[in-house]
């Protein structure tokens, strides 16, 4: 039991498909206490069965575009739990006319929206929790290959998830002055809600399978995995970081 006790907080978990529920049934395999934030009322009849299941003992909207919903979402942990020791972020959107064609053409808008949700909300999440992440706390946050590599329809999420990646290093150095670690798991394609948006998401599965040392596409299990080493003592000299759980795939040249 790597997280006896600990206070697990995840955002972004919509059904048993989303990487945070492979995260959340790993920290919870492994004794941590879960809470879970959502995005809108539609998301709490989905994920009150899952909830439950897991044990979860906080259940709150908290949808990243409002400042409200976040500090409402804090003080209710503060109320309940005094402290939090894992904070997971695995939250996306892009307007989907900005997950195809040319990049070239995205909106100022559809841009701005990408970068809120997927990126921004890391900081302002953070930010809110700051007062709540004891000493030897660690967030996680969900990253892709697309953050440094232009991957076909993309688009607008590989910026969000290079500006993601550049926040992580950022609030690693706010955050470690308080003992709070954070990373990035760079995961390999997944057959998720948000993966679906994305034009032509499958031909990038066969591709892995085709093209990585592994020879596979990942599990939730796999980066579940990752996220409980993360999460606990085993990583707790690593922080600012981003950790490839794509069956090695990013490795790849020619
Ligand atoms: N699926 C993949 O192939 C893949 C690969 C690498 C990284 N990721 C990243 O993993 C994370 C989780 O995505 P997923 O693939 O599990 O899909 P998912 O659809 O299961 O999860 C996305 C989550 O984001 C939440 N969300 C969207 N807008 C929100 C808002 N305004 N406020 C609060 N929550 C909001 C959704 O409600 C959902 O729970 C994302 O950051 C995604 O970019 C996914």
Redo the contacts with the bound molecule.
Sequence with gaps: MLLEGKRALI?????E??????IAEQLHKHGARLGF????TP?RKRLEPIAERLDGELLFQ?????DA?IQSGANLVREKWDGVDVLV?????ANREDLKGRFIDTSREGYRIALD??SY?LVALCRAYERLLVHGASVI?????GSGRVVANYNA?GV??AA?EACVRYLAVDLGVSGVRINA??????????????SG?HN?LSLIEEKAPLGRNISLEDVGKCALYLASDLSSGTTGDVVFVDSGYNIMGL
Excluded: Q, W
């Excluded at 972020?89 to 959107?93: D, E, G, T």
């Excluded at 946050?141 to 290959?145: D, E, F, N, P």
């Design positions: 955002f972004g978990v919509v059904n498909r989303s990487i945070a529920y492979g934030g959502y995005a809108s998301i908290c949808d990243v575009t409002s919903e972020h695995s939250i996306a959107y949700v997927s909300s946050t969900l990253s892709y290959y999420m969000a998830k993601l798991i760079s995961a390999g394609p997944v057959k998720t809600l948000a993966a679906s948006a994305v998401f990038i």
